[in-house]
RNA sequence: UGGGGUGUGGCCAAGUGGUAAGGCGACGGGUUUUGGUCCCGUUAUUCGAGGGUUCGAAUCCUUCCACCCCAGCCA
């Protein structure tokens, strides 16, 4: 039972429609393409996949099973200066672990680096790009503004042969970076400054994590991708809103060559409140020490999410959920916790543990012995059992006890009876303090009628608390982790870490039932009452466990107790 | 009038001329050996605003307003 593996989640429900799923619908209907469909996921390989891309993914691989087409995963590799092969591999690992396959067809755009070369040859053949020898101040000052035309560089004119020559040469390493840079032909004039002769290649003597030094010029995004879909027979090349300003720049390098035409469809990422989901902000999150990593649990990356504890049926469930429109928006977190805790009440065992520990003694319960239970895993589910001792000294919460109850506490008070979980009911009847007025233990009664948790009387108690024998307990760390940020959209502050959550990160020794002895990394289940943890695939160990917080449960006595203006 | 987009309840989001789906959240209530789960109910006379067309408009026309994207040799 305590095997990474829970239970497999159900098939998900068919995904409801979207203006996406419904255009793709629309294309196969009329026959374009043949009723083919071929989506893809283009990652750059210059970070970490978080849960946006999560979207991203869904929507294409989606679209690929649902259309009974394909969808390859291909990196974007066109900048090696800022892109490594770690990056890559985490990529691979994610897309994987969220349930997508891309089967055989793993691409790079470097792998394409040739073809794209050579398509931009025919394209100065055509007297439709020229190398420009500006810098890119000067050219940045010609681009004119988003009210004024820009001017035509004094190298537009330069005749086919020239432009060839120096490509060549530039292709060769003649030059050094930003001496010169090749531009498509377009209209200095235009009002969509993207169209404004855009470069296509520059110079970049840097060695590439795949092609090595191969090659010293780069294709730019706007020329390497809307060719590498071309390549591949993408008939959907779905992407984010902000490309929508440079699909006229997609569509004409396309028109231009005369090669298979992809069509780009944008629609809106995804904003998440509490947390900001930009590679730039990530990275210094990572950078800055302020997670331990790009896996930290508190990160909004794919990694950490699963470190976290959240499992892939949720995300996927969470991208469904979420839709997929054109407007701009902000996801409230709330979601994506009823997606997980939804996953997992259905399939996470239950288990016992106390992450602030308050020892009682029942004082009735005679010296030594030790009763031993039999818990289901699963409250409904059949998944099982396991053994429980119960014994004289035990720990439980200390939220569950007051010594001054407030108004419909129905946890343990002096003289108040609850039930432990499966076991006994108890009664309070004395607390004894530090010199500080601390309480520091529980003298208590039990009722060795109530063996089971139920009383042959009938009679009703209110409260029912999680509990350990101290003796038995295992001890382990437990990660109680909260929202990174205190503001719901920190990237609309003036500096986002001005709102990093100081008390994001709370490390406990709780004490654990020995059920939990050889939990293995990765397994998750739900602490009865606490919420849903899963053990550290990168700390935890039998022996050293430790446990991460990936969700509360719902607390509604939390909720009336903040009402009252409780503590 | 630089160009391109978007505006439906607190948050997502269906709806594409026939009289506002669904989910999350919130709020009530029931069940309950997790104050969990589950169940039941409430939550937009109104679709950014105004004007118009029509028997009928969130859907069509029109004017206006707000917000987002674009001036990397990043993607």
Redesign the pocket.
């Known amino acids: 039972m305590t095997t990474a593996e829970n239970t497999p989640a159900e098939a998900p429900l068919a995904a ?4 996406i799923r ?1 255009r793709v619908a629309e294309d196969v209907a009329t026959g374009k393409n043949a009723g083919r469909v071929m989506t893809r996921f ?3 390989p ?1 970070g970490y996949l978080h849960i946006g891309h999560a979207k991203s993914i869904c929507l294409n691989f989606g679209l690929g099973r649902e259309f009974g087409g394909a969808t390859n995963l291909r990196f ?4 090696p ?3 490594e092969v770690e990056y890559v591999e985490s990529i691979m690992r994610d897309v994987k672990w969220l349930g997508f396959d891309w089967e055989d067809r793993l691409y790079y ?1 470097s792998d394409y680096f040739q073809r794209l070369y050579d398509y931009a040859e025919e394209l100065i053949r055509m007297g439709k790009a020229y190398v ?9 000052a010609r ?6 035309p ?1 001017l035509d560089s004094p190298f537009r004119a330069r005749s086919v042969e020239e432009n060839l020559d120096l490509f060549r040469r530039m292709r060769a390493g003649e030059f050094p ?5 090749l531009r498509a032909k377009i209209d200095m004039a ?5 169209m ?1 002769d ?2 296509l ?4 003597h840097v060695p590439h994590h795949r092609t090595g030094d191969a090659w010293c010029i ?8 809307c060719l590498s879909d071309s390549i591949e027979g993408v008939t959907h090349s779905i992407c ?9 720049l997609y569509d004409w390098i396309l028109d231009q060559l005369g090669v298979f035409h992809p069509q780009q469809i ?1 629609f ?1 990422r995804l ?1 998440l ?1 509490y947390t900001v989901l930009s ?2 902000k990530l990275i210094q999150l990572v950078a800055e020490g302020v997670t331990t990593g790009w896996d930290d649990p508190r990160m909004p990356t794919l990694s950490g999410i699963r470190r976290r504890g959240y499992t892939p049926e949720a995300l996927r469930d969470f991208c469904e ?12 977190f ?2 994506l ?3 997980l ?2 996953d997992l ?2 399939r996470a065992p ?1 288990a016992m543990a106390v992450l602030k520990p308050l020892k009682v003694v029942i004082e009735n319960y005679p010296e030594g012995q030790v009763d031993e239970f039999d818990f289901p895993w ?3 589910k059949d998944m099982g059992s396991r053994k429980v001792p119960f014994s004289k000294v035990l720990y439980i919460e200390q939220d ?1 006890f007051r010594e001054e ?2 108004k ?4 343990l008070y002096p003289g108040n009876e609850v ?5 006994y009911y108890i009664t309070c009847t004395g607390v004894v303090k530090d010199e500080a007025g601390n309480v520091v233990e529980l003298r208590c009664a039990y009722d060795p009628e ?5 009383s042959p009387d009938g009679r ?7 509990w350990v024998s101290a003796a038995h307990a295992l001890e382990a760390e437990v990660r109680v982790f909260d929202l990174l940020f205190t503001k719901p959209n920190p990237s609309a502050e003036e500096d986002f870490t001005s709102c990093i959550n100081p008390d994001s990160l709370k490390v406990l020794r709780a004490r654990l039932e020995p059920a939990l002895a050889d939990a293995a990394p990765g397994w998750h289940c ?5 919420g849903y943890f899963c053990a550290d695939e990168k700390d935890s160990r039998p022996g050293a466990l430790v446990f991460n917080r990936a969700a509360t ?9 903040k ?1 009252q203006g409780g503590r």
């Open positions: 409801p429609v979207n203006f419904a283009p990652p750059e210059n974007d590799d066109t900048n200066a800022k892109e755009a420009d020898d500006q810098s890119a101040e000067e050219i940045r681009r004119g503004t988003l009210k004024e820009g970076d930003g001496a010169r840079v235009s009002p969509n400054v993207v404004r855009p470069a290649y520059r110079i970049k780069y294709p730019m995004y706007d020329f390497a991708h984010t809103l902000e490309f929508e300003n440079n699909r006229p944008e809106a904003n409140t590679k730039r959920r979420i839709g997929v429109a054109r407007a701009d928006n902000m996801v409230e709330a979601l916790e009823h997606c805790r939804e009440n259905s239950r699963h409250p409904e569950d109850p407030p419909g506490f129905h946890r039930r432990l979980r499966y076991a109530s063996k089971g948790g139920g009703k108690v209110k409260g029912t608390l999680h739900q602490f009865e009452r606490l449960l719902k607390d509604t006595w939390g909720k009336i107790e009402k």
